[in-house]
């Protein structure tokens, strides 16, 4: 992982705890004040865990597809462009070692 990748990831983790502990803060004000009931104050949270999640997917997805552009560009081998060249590489020695 590049370095720039890791300290955003690291930024964007660490943003997100904050945000996590901080909104936790803040719906036990709001459940001693009696402004929210604990069942809608887990509801905020279970919302927020869940967004949390699909945008980490989400991002997963993107880096997935732009490192997979940058090999492209840089024309760097797949795990899949290695694995099919072996399976080429072994059909051939088999028909090599049916002509012998």
């Known amino acids: 992982m590049s370095d720039y990748l890791k300290k955003g990831f690291l930024l964007g983790l ?12 803040k ?22 865990i869940e967004k949390g999640e699909m945008k980490k997917d989400e991002w997963n997805t993107k880096q997935f597809e732009k490192t997979k552009n940058m090999a492209d560009e840089y024309g760097i081998a797949t795990k899949e462009d290695i694995n099919e060249l072996r399976a080429r590489i072994t059909e051939l020695e088999d ?6």
């Open 14 to 25: 660490g943003a997100a705890i904050s945000g996590k502990e901080k909104l936790d803060q």
């Open 27 to 48: 719906l036990k004000e709001l459940v001693d004040k009696n402004e929210l009931t604990q069942e809608q104050a887990k509801t905020v949270m279970k919302n927020f």
């Open 95 to 100: 028909k090599l070692d049916q002509l012998n």
